[in-house]
């Protein structure tokens, strides 16, 4: 059985890839891109649309923003020396960016 490239995929439909939960097939914009594309949804929370071969090569496990949060969020409470992290300083990690 061959299937064409941008064919919806049902099996595709509530597969985990990372931390990336396949929720549905997104016709509006498999049709623009002329592939399969799905709604995804994070383990934080936040939706994501991703191509189906994005998400079989493991190449996005995440839906990206989740990955900084939690670098922080480890940090926050986390003692070094005499050093205590109270908050992550978002004025400051953007100025030096
Ligand atoms: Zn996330």
Known sequence: MSRKLGQKQPEMIN??????LVLSYDEET?????????????NCG???ILSGNT???GRTKSCGR?????KRLEMIGRR???LLVLSY?????????
């Open 46 to 48: 936040a939706k994501k």
């Open 66 to 70: 989740c990955q900084i949060d939690r």
């Open 80 to 82: 070094f020396g005499r």
């Open 55 to 57: 998400l079989r090569t």
């Open 89 to 97: 300083d978002e004025e400051k990690s953007n100025q030096t960016r």
């Open 30 to 42: 498999s049709e623009q891109k002329k592939r399969a594309y799905y709604l995804c949804q994070c």
């Open 15 to 20: 597969r985990k890839f990372g931390q990336l």
